[in-house]
């Protein structure tokens, strides 16, 4: 059980996460590689876990790789907030990505 004065900070903050996708069967036989490096930790160039592309980067609360399961993404970014609304507190929950990106499989 999580504890209130924890539910009630969650709820004063909006938490932002990515999930990364592997690469579909069609991308590697048509020889695509990925181009997403995933920083899981801080380090000395970003405060937050990120991912970058070429030369740009972005920072989240969390970054699920493409060796990511299911109850991982669970178990991080939506079972507190089950709690917090079996508590009474409100909670919503967006996916935004574009299409095919795998959206549909994260939340089912």
Excluded at 8 to 19: D, F, G, I, S, T
Excluded at 75 to 104: F, M, R, W
Aim: aromatic share 8%; hydrophobic share 35%.
């Amino acid at each position: 059980i999580i504890q209130k004065w924890h539910i009630k900070k969650m709820a004063q903050n909006v938490k932002v996460y990515c999930r990364v996708r592997p690469l579909l069967p069609s991308e590697k036989v048509d020889g695509a590689r990925s181009c997403i490096t995933i920083h899981k930790e801080s380090d000395e160039t970003n405060s937050k876990p990120s991912i970058r592309v070429g030369d740009r980067s972005w920072g989240f609360d969390g970054v699920f790789g493409i060796d990511s399961e299911q109850s991982d993404v669970y178990d991080v970014t939506v079972a507190p907030l089950v709690a917090g609304c079996l508590s009474g507190y409100n909670a919503t929950i967006l996916a935004y990505g574009q299409t095919g990106s795998g959206k549909t499989f994260t939340m089912g």
